[in-house]
């Protein structure tokens, strides 16, 4: 029988090019957005339902489960992939802005699941795929709010998996570093240009950004890996918790989880600490 994803954030991106490659493999999608006009050329793709989702609005979220389910009979995996990245100095963004960040990236997941496991735990199956981030494993300066986002996301799947796995349903996340096809460097740049300037930070906001500009030509990584990474995980049949998606985090995520604590600050404050601008 084939088989049904649901992903959120179909409007752009990895949901947009994660619909497509589940098609490919011969997947039935439920491709939800918060807005269905960005969803027309999806929706002339055979084996896609488009529907309106928003993260942050529960009737949404219950309708477009039931149309999915209505659609295509049963739902046996779902991508919470729909976020966004809130970039700037922490005491320079206001206290609305990081409820929001929370809302989409933390409680809109949380919402999207909640909704979907009395279906997952009648079908004694299912399969919940939680896009993280490089930044969910560590962290970097003026993406404080984007990585407690992540972090929080990523302890929340870490214990969720061992509720969930009694009853057949597995939990992983799925962890890409940075693809600047997407939009998600648009809306980053936007928030972050929202925030109000405080000169005291002005020389290491300048260091900083030197420095993330070295990063971005690492960014290697296209689209359709992470989508790759996001199936491969859904279909692999294993209960494998993390999957770092792209390779130019690799050596930092190493970094992260195998070196001491230690030295894995002392390396990162070497970088971006008082020491590094001295
Ligand atoms: P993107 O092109 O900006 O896609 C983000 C998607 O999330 C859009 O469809 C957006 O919809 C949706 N979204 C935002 N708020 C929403 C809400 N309240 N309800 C429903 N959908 C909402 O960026 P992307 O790079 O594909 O990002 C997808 C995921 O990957 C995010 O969780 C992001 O944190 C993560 N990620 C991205 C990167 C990267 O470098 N690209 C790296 C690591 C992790 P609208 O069009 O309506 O705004």
Known sequence: MTKTVLITG????????????????????????????????????????????????PASIASAIEAGIERFGRIDALVNNAGYGLFGIFEATSPEKIKEQFDVNVFGVMSVTRAILPHFRTNKAGVIINVSSGAGVFTLPMISLYCASKFALEGFSEALSYELSGLGITVKVVEPGGVISTKFGQRS?????Q?????DYEPFVTSSLAIFETMRGQRLATEEDVAKVIHDAVTDGTDQLRYVATDDIKPLVRARRETSEAEYIQFMRSKFGASAAS
């Open 189 to 193: 740049g936007a928030e972050a240009g």
């Open 10 to 57: 179909c409007s752009s991106g990895f949901g947009k090019t994660a619909t497509g490659y589940f098609v490919r493999q011969g997947w039935n999608v439920i491709a939800t957005m918060r807005n269905i006009s960005d969803g027309k050329e999806l929706a002339e793709l055979d084996n896609v339902l488009v529907t309106r989702l928003d993260v942050e609005d």
């Open 195 to 199: 925030a109000q300037s405080i000169p």
